[in-house]
């Protein structure tokens, strides 16, 4: 069983920032793709960044050059360092686990930057 445990997530001033971090309780975490999503009201959930196993990444046009992803795969742990909020960056943030096409969700923690 995969578990996805977000955390960081709260109220910001634009042009702020904000640590979001996941644990990941799976022993498979070092082989897979993580990723963070986010679902903003009235709207569909969509890619933030992704980091593979081997530490590529990809980041959504929106957030490239504010926010920065990373893992660490001895405390299975991976986080999203978001700066230079904006507003539009209001959303719930989802943390993802691919492996083996199979994807895992955490519950989501919200992030609101006030402008």
């Known amino acids: 069983q995969v578990q996805l445990v977000e955390s960081g997530g709260g109220l910001v001033q634009a042009g702020g920032s904000l640590r979001l971090s996941c644990a990941a309780s799976t022993t498979i975490f070092s082989i897979s793709t993580m990723g963070w999503y986010r679902q903003a009201p009235g709207k569909q959930r969509e890619l933030v960044a992704t980091?593979?196993?081997?530490?590529?990444?990809k980041y959504a046009d929106s957030v490239k050059g504010r926010f920065t992803i990373s893992r660490d795969n001895a405390k299975k742990l991976v986080y999203l360092q978001m700066n230079s909020l904006k507003a539009e960056d209001t959303a719930v943030y989802y943390c993802?686990?691919?492996?083996?096409?199979?994807?895992?969700w955490g519950q989501g923690t919200q992030v609101t930057v006030a402008s």
């Open positions: 993802n686990l691919a492996v083996m096409a199979r994807e895992y």
């Open positions: 980091i593979t196993r081997d530490g590529n990444t």
